[in-house]
Nanobody
Framework: QVQLVESGGGLVQAGGSLRLSCAASGRAFSAYAMGWFRQAPGKEREFVAGVSWSGGDTYYTNSVKGRFTISRDNAKNTVYLQMNSLKAEDTAVYYC??????????????????WGQGTQVTVSS
């Protein structure tokens, strides 16, 4: 059974930075693509960023391009989301997720088979 645990969320002022971590347990972490999603109250879960199994390909939703960076350290079984220049609109619960697919649409939640419990990010104006 795969388990994903997010950490690093908190309260930050607009313009500030946070780094989220997602620690994975289970078999063959390095063989799977990973993604970050977020969900604000009353909103649907939305794609934020994705990274291929090797870390060589990354994908971002338009609203975070240039501000957020996804990366992974397979030796530590961990994926990261560095968030800079945070805005109030970034406030949400952030989830990491794993996909078994090779050719996948990183934007779609149905592509992922395991999800963490989420970590709260609150950006004050």
């Amino acid at each position: 059974q795969v388990q994903l645990v997010e950490s690093g969320g908190g309260l930050v002022q607009a313009g500030g930075s946070l780094r989220l971590s997602c620690a994975a347990s289970g078999r063959a972490f390095s063989a799977y693509a990973m993604g970050w999603f977020r969900q604000a109250p009353g909103k649907e879960r939305e794609f934020v960023a994705g990274v291929s199994w090797s870390g060589g390909d990354t994908y971002y939703t338009n609203s975070v391009k240039g501000r957020f960076t996804i990366s992974r350290d397979n030796a530590k079984n961990t994926v990261y989301l560095q968030m800079n220049s945070l805005k109030a609109e970034d406030t949400a619960v952030y989830y990491c997720a794993r996909s078994k697919a090779r050719n996948l649409d990183y934007r779609r939640p149905y592509e992922y088979d395991y999800w963490g419990q989420g970590t709260q990010v609150t950006v004050s104006s």
